[in-house]
């Protein structure tokens, strides 16, 4: 009886498992346009521009990817004039994806925008009463003036997941990104 030695799987070794982790990582000329939301089952954009190289695709292809996450391929395959279309059932990762390969604000009107927001957000605690590196040590009960959610929405929460100070930070700023709200910008803030 003959064994068929094609189908034979033996574990990698410790070099092919550095290999792996080394070819996993992300390069840091990537970070500024793929590192501001990281997916569990991403992959690493070098992977995707070697591909690229591989099937020797230009303008005048199309990408397919069905299955496109937070948008590594789309992104890639923008940065290079291609056509790419992507399928995503995950809302965030789809969200994500989209926001990624919007390029329509101007990158300097942005970060503008961005640090208005993000100042006027940092202030808040101060405005509203609260000393923010004291209430950091503050034994409980916590100011009474913190901003919090109704029952419902701490609900979707895990239980004690957030503090009572990061909540009211992060409320804070979802205040100030609603009240300089900008159509421009949505999708990007």
Same mark, same amino acid.
């Given at each position: ?7 034979? @799987?033996?574990?990698?070794?410790? =070099? ?5 982790? #080394? ?9 500024? @346009?793929?590192?501001?939301? $990281? ?7 070098? %992977?995707?521009? &070697?591909?690229?190289? $591989? !099937?020797? =695709? ?8 069905? !299955?496109?996450?937070?948008? /590594? #391929? ?12 992507? =399928? &995503?059932?995950?809302? +965030?990762? @789809? !969200?994500?994806?989209? #926001?990624?390969?919007?390029? /329509? ?5 942005? %970060? ?24 950091? !040590? ?19 929460? +895990?239980?004690?997941?957030? *503090?009572?100070?990061? +909540?009211?930070? #992060?409320?804070? %700023? $979802? ?6 709200? *900008?159509?421009?910008? @949505?999708?990007?803030?």
């Amino acid at each position: 009886m003959e064994q068929d030695h094609d189908c034979v @799987c033996e574990p990698a070794g410790p =070099l092919q498992a550095t290999a792996n982790a #080394t070819a996993n990582r992300m390069l840091d000329e990537d970070r500024q @346009c793929h590192d501001w939301y $990281r997916f569990v089952l991403s992959f690493p954009p070098h %992977l995707v521009r &070697e591909y690229i190289d $591989r !099937f020797g =695709l230009t303008s005048r292809d199309r990408v397919l990817d069905p !299955f496109c996450g937070t948008g /590594t #391929t789309l992104v890639e395959c923008r940065k290079q004039r291609i056509a790419g279309v992507g =399928l &995503e059932a995950n809302p +965030l990762a @789809c !969200f994500a994806a989209k #926001t990624k390969v919007n390029w /329509t604000p101007d990158p300097d009107a942005l %970060l503008s925008h961005a640090r208005v927001v993000a100042a006027a957000a940092l202030e808040t605690p101060a405005q509203d009463g609260i000393e923010d590196a004291q209430a950091l !040590f503050r034994p409980s009960p916590m100011p009474k003036n913190m901003r919090t959610l109704t029952r419902e929405q701490q609900s979707l929460l +895990l239980k004690d997941s957030i *503090s009572p100070l990061p +909540l009211h930070k #992060t409320l804070a %700023l $979802r205040d100030e990104i609603r009240s300089r709200f *900008s159509a421009g910008y @949505c999708d990007h803030e």
